[in-house]
C-alpha cells in the first residue's frame, strides 16, 4: 500500500428535465474519494477531460471540488456530485486531483475514464 494514495469510485446518471433546445445532455456524476494511503491528506484540485461522440473535448481545471479542500484522513472518504453537459447523448470523462499530504507530499489521484450516456445508447 503506498502512503499517497486515493482510490475514486464514480456512478453517473442522465438528467433527462436538463435536455435544452441546443440539443444539450446533462449528468449528474457522483464520486467518492477514499483515502487508502497511510497519510491524510487534502485535495487541492481536480483536472476534468470530457468528451463526446463527436471527440469534442472540453477541459476543466480548478481548485478544490463543489467549493471544498477536502482534508480527509486515511480510511476516510469524501463524497460529491457535481455535472457536466455534452452536445451527444454519448461521452466520457476522466482526469485526476492533485493532492498534498500532511508531510507536505505532493501526489495525483487519477479517475478513470468513465461513461456518459442516456439509457438504453448502449448495449
Not at 51 to 59: F, Y
Not at 89 to 97: A, D, I, L
Request: hydrophobic share 35%; aromatic share 12%.
Amino acid at each position: 500500500m503506498s502512503q499517497y494514495e486515493f482510490s475514486v469510485s464514480v456512478e453517473t446518471r442522465y438528467l433527462p428535465d436538463q435536455f435544452g433546445p441546443d440539443n444539450r445532455y446533462a449528468f449528474a456524476y457522483t464520486l467518492t474519494i477514499r483515502n487508502t494511503g497511510q497519510i491524510t491528506a487534502q485535495l487541492i484540485s481536480r483536472h476534468w477531460i470530457i468528451t463526446d461522440s463527436d471527440d469534442h473535448v472540453q477541459e476543466v481545471k480548478g481548485l478544490g471540488i463543489v467549493g471544498h479542500q477536502p482534508l480527509i484522513p486515511p480510511g476516510e472518504q469524501f463524497e460529491y456530485t457535481s455535472w457536466a453537459v455534452i452536445a451527444t447523448p454519448v461521452g466520457t470523462m476522466r482526469g485526476e486531483y492533485f493532492c498534498v499530504a500532511e508531510d507536505g507530499e505532493r501526489f495525483e489521484a487519477p479517475v478513470a475514464e468513465f461513461a456518459l450516456h442516456m439509457p438504453r445508447t448502449l448495449h
